[in-house]
């Protein structure tokens, strides 16, 4: 058995019916061409085969007497695939929005706890004859990187897939059966080693504090306690930040990944600050048309990954920082430099914090006490009075480069699919995948019913940056092209000595 840490703890106890805490991904993908077999049937061969390459499919919540302590992750092992692999077709004509809109419907039920949290869903009946891919994990095992991971074990990067090596047979251990006093003893197991840990971790934490806290000194050798000229406590107030149902709607859109590097290029910004202002540009936009846009600039919450590199654990290693989004400000290039600068001011920050802060500690008594806490929240609608801490998620993750294939066919589309939350109503959760740059925007439906007119507004948005940047290449260019093509100089013409000056020259050499 493991106990979940701190972070995977949180995401579990917060839930609520109207807050399900699950991430997922649509994928849909072009059978192979002839293609005459039962996808639904070879999706779930294909799904049974590889379920012990990732924790996530083959383990469950084994809850602590009286909640007294966070759960355990145990191995399920009687494994219903019937259950978790499901088959749904699209009632005519099958278009997109309709797959959409029926993703936003299977994302808004919760998980069942009692078996592995997560579903998949074959979806087919599109007009196109491509086949949907729906799958959802509970965040409390996962975070977006250890999604990737997921999805590495699952896809292949050639169409024929490759050879999985059986798993080691293992012989039944009965975690159904687990005692009262093996649960109370593993409680209190954890929550010594849980405490060891914060307390060994205290000095480096501190010291993170220290440098976090405790401004660096200037050339006059006197430290600037000032805050940043942009930083606020509270975000302005909008339609999205209210008390959310679980009633949800979902829209995905997809830029060439090449014209984002293109616009990070040319504006001289990174990647990731073109899809904050893309956005920002898109909620400016969609607010000003439904004359609700705040004077002051909407904030974003941003997560931030805190894993090492090449770690892979199926965990939450992962905190949330704000960004300011210049939505007051109305020239997209300026709007742009101003993101770009408060994401460097965030990274800073970040660099600083980074240590001091904890991804797993004890918390006795934390599912009753933090589950009470996330009820009260809800059922008291106090999101829909107290200021915003920030506006909405943006959420970037690092896709896969390549081409992949699942069960023979070719995944087209990589959306992500994440969670709104109370007082932040709308989720905007972007992921990289070969050549593309696939936009899933998950909102509570009562909140924002229109979001295929944001997500329209966002490839507005981008085309506006791409044409930016595409005239500041240009204009470079101009400047460069006279340079370029001067005439070459003409050769230096050599004018012979007169007769007088030879003379001259060899009556001095002489003398």
């Not at 339609?239 to 997809?254: D, E, K, M, P, W």
């Not at 660099?351 to 004890?362: E, H, S, T, V």
């Amino acid at each position: 058995m493991k106990h979940l840490s701190g972070v995977d703890s949180a995401f579990l106890h917060l839930e609520s019916p109207e807050m399900p805490m699950h991430i997922g991904s649509l994928n849909v993908v072009d059978l192979p061409e002839g293609y005459t077999g039962d996808f639904f049937e070879d999706t779930k061969g294909h799904i049974q085969q590889r379920m012990h390459l990732a924790d996530v499919f083959t383990r469950k919540l084994m809850l602590m007497p009286l909640d007294i302590s966070n759960p355990v992750w145990v191995e399920d092992e009687d494994i219903d695939l019937d259950y978790h692999v499901r088959h749904v077709t699209l009632p005519k004509p099958g278009t997109n929005r309709q797959l959409q809109q029926y993703v936003a419907r299977l994302h808004s039920s919760l998980l069942d706890r009692s078996r592995p949290l997560w579903e998949f869903f074959v979806i087919d009946g599109l007009k196109s004859g491509q086949v949907a891919l729906y799958c959802k994990v509970h965040h409390a095992g996962l975070d977006g990187q250890a999604g990737v991971a997921v999805a590495k074990a699952i896809f292949d990067v050639e169409p024929t897939g490759r050879v999985i090596k059986a798993p080691r047979p293992r012989g039944r251990r009965d975690y159904y059966q687990l005692g009262i006093a093996e649960l109370l003893g593993a409680a209190v197991r954890n929550t010594v080693n849980q405490s060891v840990g914060l307390v060994k971790s205290l000095p480096l934490i501190a010291r993170s504090a220290k440098t976090a806290l405790v401004p660096a000194k200037g050339v006059d050798g006197k430290r600037d306690w000032s805050l940043p000229k942009d930083f606020k406590i509270f975000a302005p107030r909008t339609s999205l930040n209210v008390a959310i149902t679980n009633q949800r709607t979902f829209a995905g859109r997809t830029v060439p990944l090449s014209e984002v590097k293109q616009i990070a290029r040319a504006l001289g910004v990174s990647l990731n600050d073109v899809v904050m202002a893309t956005t920002a540009g898109a909620l400016r936009a969609y607010l000003k048309d439904n004359n609700e846009l705040p004077e002051k600039p909407l904030c974003a919450a941003v997560p931030v990954s805190l894993r090492q590199e090449g770690d892979m654990t199926a965990n939450n290693q992962v905190t949330m920082v704000t960004m300011n989004l210049a939505t007051d400000i109305r020239d997209p290039l300026q709007r742009l430099h101003k993101i770009h600068e408060s994401s460097a001011n965030t990274k800073v920050m970040m660099g600083r914090f980074k240590n001091a802060i904890p991804m797993d500690f004890p918390l006795p008594a934390a599912p009753w006490l933090m589950s009470a806490l996330a009820s009260l929240f809800s059922r008291s609608r106090l999101a829909n009075v107290m200021p915003p801490l920030a506006n909405l998620i943006i959420s970037n993750v690092a896709g896969i480069p390549v081409q992949l294939y699942f069960a023979g066919a070719k995944v087209v589309s990589y959306y992500p699919v994440s969670i709104p939350s109370h007082s932040m109503a709308l989720n905007v959760t972007v992921q990289s995948y070969n050549g593309r740059l696939d936009y899933g925007l998950i909102a509570c439906r009562r909140a924002l019913p229109d979001v295929n007119d944001l997500a329209d507004a966002l490839l507005a948005e981008h085309r506006t940056l791409l044409e930016l940047a595409q005239s500041k290449l240009v204009a470079a260019e101009q400047i460069a092209a006279p340079v370029s093509h001067l005439p070459k100089p003409a050769p230096a013409k050599v004018v012979a000595d007169p007769p007088a000056r030879k003379r001259a020259k060899r009556v001095a050499v002489a003398a």
